[in-house]
């Protein structure tokens, strides 16, 4: 059985750094499952298609043309890697996410990179719904203070507008919708560690995950 990681936590809480720098250490393969719902929003925003519109988006997201090249990400062969980053792209994300059956229409997706030796994967419900057999499952959160704060010298580092008040409304936001959805609820489900990483640097979460990624590595050959 190929091993799964999987890191689950609310927006900004650091999950995709953590979660690339554990697969690069264990030669993994790296899924940022929350990409998926990003590329389905921009995809949806370029065709017009209302946020309401569950019959289309779904078509949408399971006829999505990606390819993950060498760091950046084609959709439909245009190069769209910064474009799925900005924080409406990430709103509507969240709202894309909830409806039902596109999270059903990108799941074979994600479950198609599962691949030897290993795969760590990013998301909200990684550990829940798409490998719950995964044999390492961290929660990664943080205050929404420190994630709006992380969130801001991101975007500034980027050279993009970015204001601390506006970040903690649309974070809180987000983790509101993320939380109280139907489907696949963002939460920290059964058997997975928590890692709250408000007081920690970006290298002690890593090292800390790939302590319980070692562990669990061995207890499950
Ligand atoms: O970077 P950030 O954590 O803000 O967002 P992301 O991981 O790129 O995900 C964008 C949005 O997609 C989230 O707000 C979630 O609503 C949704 N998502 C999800 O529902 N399930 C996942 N496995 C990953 C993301």
């Given at each position: 059985?190929?091993?799964?990681?999987?890191?689950?936590?609310?927006?900004?809480?650091?999950?995709?750094?953590?979660?690339?720098?554990?697969?690069?250490?264990?030669?993994?393969?790296?899924?940022?499952?929350?990409?998926?719902?990003?590329l389905t929003a921009l995809a949806a925003f370029r065709a017009d298609i209302p946020l309401?519109d569950?019959?289309a988006l779904?078509?949408l997201a399971?006829?999505?043309?990606?390819?993950?090249?060498?760091?950046?990400?084609?959709?439909?062969?245009?190069?769209?890697?910064?474009?799925?980053?900005?924080?409406?792209?990430?709103?509507r994300?969240?709202?894309v996410?909830?409806?039902?059956?596109?999270?059903?229409?990108?799941?074979?997706?994600?479950?198609?990179?599962?691949?030897?030796?290993?795969?760590?994967?990013?998301?909200?419900?990684?550990?829940?719904?798409?490998?719950?057999?995964?044999?390492?499952?961290?929660?990664?959160?943080?205050?929404?203070?420190?994630?709006?704060?992380?969130?801001?010298?991101?975007?500034?580092?980027?050279?993009?507008?970015?204001?601390?008040?506006?970040?903690?409304?649309?974070?809180?936001?987000?983790?509101?919708?993320?939380?109280?959805?139907?489907?696949?609820?963002?939460?920290?489900?059964?058997?997975?560690?928590?890692?709250?990483?408000?007081?920690?640097?970006?290298?002690?979460?890593?090292?800390?995950?790939?302590?319980?990624?070692?562990?669990?590595?061995?207890?499950?050959?």
């Open positions: 059985m190929i091993p799964v990681i999987a890191i689950d936590g609310p927006s900004a809480s650091g999950k995709g750094t953590v979660a690339q720098r554990v697969a690069d250490a264990l030669g993994f393969y790296y899924l940022d499952s929350g990409s998926l719902y990003r309401d569950a019959k779904t078509a399971g006829n999505l043309q990606i390819r993950f090249e060498n760091g950046e990400i084609l959709l439909s062969d245009q190069n769209v890697t910064e474009d799925i980053r900005s924080e409406l792209c990430g709103n994300a969240s709202r996410a909830a409806v039902p059956a596109v999270r059903a229409a990108l799941l074979a997706r994600q479950r198609g990179w599962r691949r030897a030796p290993g795969l760590v994967a990013d998301g909200r419900d990684m550990a829940t719904v798409v490998f719950p057999d995964a044999i390492l499952k961290v929660f990664l959160t943080a205050s929404v203070e420190a994630r709006a704060l992380r969130r801001y010298n991101q975007l500034k580092d980027k050279g993009n507008p970015a204001n601390m008040s506006d970040l903690l409304r649309d974070i809180a936001e987000r983790d509101l919708r993320d939380q109280t959805r139907a489907v696949a609820p963002l939460q920290k489900g059964m058997g997975a560690q928590l890692l709250d990483t408000t007081q920690l640097t970006i290298n002690q979460a890593v090292d800390q995950v790939l302590e319980w990624a070692k562990s669990a590595l061995v207890s499950s050959s």
